[in-house]
């Protein structure tokens, strides 16, 4: 998978490799579940994604900002888990992103989001304890599968703190019974420029919208994009996903698209990436 190349974080990418590795090499039996921590758009999910891949093993993804507790409305963990009815209990990876929205501080209704955030903790940590997971099957009846070839990894920015121990998590709100079954921490780190420039050079969205504009020159493209990120790298909160942004700024913002007349298209080679003057 060609967006599957993790620029970065070879550190945790050679572990997590590591662990992705002796779980499939012992047909499952040894599942060292794990927490990544990190910056948002640092590739959290990229690099699961790619291990998966390598490994050539099923990869599901939670969002867990999105859960709700087991007999409330909404997407209960035992619909999300559904997939693994799919999997047929082949070896697969189960990435649960926006872990830390789970712990809520601060909010107006702090109790009841406290209470639910926390029975869906829990029930991740039943599932963690049990090698059978409950999910949703059809006609809305309730199915046991098997998860003992499941490895789960929880991710999440955490505030954006750097080297984050196992303490600190328990700190946050995270029960010592689930760091006890996923005790094991690693956190990427924010890109640097250069390796920003990288993921630019490689972006298949560029080269999409450079196939549909073809009288856009890359290189033009690519020196105002790098302009672009030099001048706001260290404001850059979005993260390789601010690389997205731009690209779509860049030719939207600056050409018009007619469905039935591609070869027809203009282009303004002066693109304004803020916000249009009325």
Do not use: W
């Not at 927490?35 to 093993?57: E, F, M, Q, R, W």
């Not at 689930?178 to 390796?195: A, C, I, N, P, Q």
């Not at 630019?200 to 020196?223: A, C, M, Q, T, W």
């Amino acid at each position: 998978m060609k967006n599957s190349v993790v620029i970065g974080q070879q550190e945790v990418l050679a572990e997590t490799d590591k662990i992705v590795e002796i779980f499939v090499a012992s047909n499952c039996a040894i599942r060292p579940h794990f927490i990544v921590t990190g910056p948002s758009g640092s590739g959290k999910s990229l690099l699961l994604n790619a291990l998966s891949t390598k490994h050539k093993i099923g990869f599901i993804e939670i969002n867990a900002a999105q859960l709700t507790k087991e007999g409330t409305s909404g997407n209960s963990l035992s619909k999300a888990l559904t997939p693994l009815n799919q999997m047929a209990g082949k070896p697969c990876i189960v990435f649960v992103d926006e872990f830390d929205k789970l712990f809520i501080s601060g909010n107006s209704n702090e109790s009841v989001a406290h209470e639910s955030t926390t029975g869906v903790q829990n029930e991740f940590l039943k599932v963690l304890e049990s090698d059978v997971v409950s999910v949703f099957g059809d006609y809305g009846k309730y199915i046991n599968v098997s998860s003992k070839n499941v490895l789960f990894v929880f991710a999440g920015a955490f505030n954006g703190e750097e080297n984050i121990t196992v303490d600190r998590l328990r700190e946050m709100g995270i029960k010592t019974e689930f760091l006890g079954r996923v005790g094991l921490v690693y956190s990427t780190r924010k890109h640097t420029l250069d390796e920003m420039y990288e993921i630019l050079d490689n972006s298949e969205l560029l080269k999409h919208y450079l196939e549909l504009f073809d009288n856009v020159k890359r290189e033009d493209v690519i020196k105002m994009m790098r302009n672009f990120l030099k001048k706001n790298h260290e404001l850059n909160t979005l993260g390789a996903r601010l690389i997205n942004t731009i690209v779509h700024q860049y030719f939207i913002k600056g050409g018009i698209i007619e469905p039935t007349e591609l070869k027809q298209i203009s282009f303004q080679k002066k693109l304004n990436l803020g916000p249009r003057n009325n």
